[in-house]
């Protein structure tokens, strides 16, 4: 009985080193990187994994238009903000939730979600969110960009009053605008 407990732990100890592994292995082609917007009262921090174009199709190709992408690679992305915002009328409130998006060639829809801490996609490629757990839906329009972005950014600009994300990859430029609500 003693050999069995031993050679069962000596199993799941070798599959947790090789996941770990196998973990460290996938982000060193899509690191880690953190982007953060802070003003006055208001602090909004995204964590994501900036995976790289290397001469693929990106979107309506790798990133499959119409179907539900976890905006990044790796583990979902992480947006988290410290005041209640204003997204096209709708309040998103403080909190941590993760990104998602739906690319089409003209708009994307972006998704909030209270499910945080999930790896992005599921162990059959699906993304891995449960739509009830949806807090939050906006569309956003797209922009062709001349320049091509090789590593899949997000970055936040401010204008007047409107605090604006801006995802960017390949040459697709997405806006998404925001206020602190009142």
């Known amino acids: 009985m003693k050999k069995l407990i031993i050679i069962a732990g000596v199993v799941i100890a070798i599959i947790a080193l090789a996941f770990v592994g196998l973990r460290i292995y996938t982000k060193q082609f899509s690191p880690q990187d953190t982007v953060s917007y802070s003003r006055d009262n208001v602090e909004i921090n995204v964590s994501y994994s900036r995976p790289y174009k290397k001469g693929r199709d990106v979107f309506g190709g790798l990133v499959p238009y119409g179907e539900t992408w976890r905006t990044g690679a790796n583990e979902a992305t992480v947006f988290t903000t410290t005041a209640d915002l ?7 409130p403080a909190g941590s939730y993760s990104l998602f998006t739906v690319p089409t060639e003209n708009t994307w829809k972006v998704i909030f979600n209270e499910q945080t801490g999930q790896w992005g996609v599921n162990f059959s490629g699906e993304v891995n969110k449960s ?4 807090v939050l839906t906006v569309e956003a329009g797209t922009v062709d960009s001349p320049d091509v972005f090789e590593q899949f950014t997000i970055s936040f600009e401010q204008m007047g009053e409107e605090i604006e994300m801006i995802l960017m990859w390949d040459q697709t430029l997405v806006v998404v605008p925001m206020t602190v609500a009142e």
Do not use: R
Not at 86 to 92: A, T
Not at 131 to 134: A, F, K, L, S
């Open 86 to 92: 204003n997204l096209k009328g709708k309040v998103l």
């Open 131 to 134: 739509d009830e757990q949806d």
